[in-house]
Nanobody, 124 residues
Framework: EVQLVESGGGLVQAGGSLRLSCAASTFNFDDYTIGWFRQAPGKEREGVSC????????YYADSVKGRFTISRDNAKNTVSLQMNSLKPEDTAVYYC?????????????????WGQGTQVTVSS
């Protein structure tokens, strides 16, 4: 069974940083787009960042550009989301998702696998 597991969430003050990681238990991230999404209470799910392991293409939502960085660690088979200059409005459950594709797909496309999510809370 394919599993994606997120880690690294927590409570941080505004202006602080967190690093989320997404690990795959049964497959390699080669030829996948990995996406990070978030959902705050009462709000729709939002695509935060996407990364194509095939060609390195990236996508960032305007709300996180310049603050968040997505990257892959080949040795650990993880995709991380470095979040800096966090704001209270970044508070949400963050999910990683994967889609098997040779090209970058955006946050509005269908993803094959989803993790269970990790809570990020930014206090003001």
């Amino acid at each position: 069974e394919v599993q994606l597991v997120e880690s690294g969430g927590g409570l941080v003050q505004a202006g602080g940083s967190l690093r989320l990681s997404c690990a795959a238990s049964t497959f390699n991230f080669d030829d996948y787009t990995i996406g990070w999404f978030r959902q705050a209470p009462g709000k729709e799910r939002e695509g935060v960042s996407c990364f194509s392991s095939s060609d390195g293409s990236l996508y960032y939502a305007d709300s996180v550009k310049g603050r968040f960085t997505i990257s892959r660690d080949n040795a650990k088979n993880t995709v991380s989301l470095q979040m800096n200059s966090l704001k209270p409005e970044d508070t949400a459950v963050y999910y990683c998702a994967a889609r098997h594709t040779l090209t970058l797909v955006g946050p509005d496309d269908e993803y094959d696998y989803w993790g269970q999510g990790t809570q990020v809370t930014v206090s003001s």
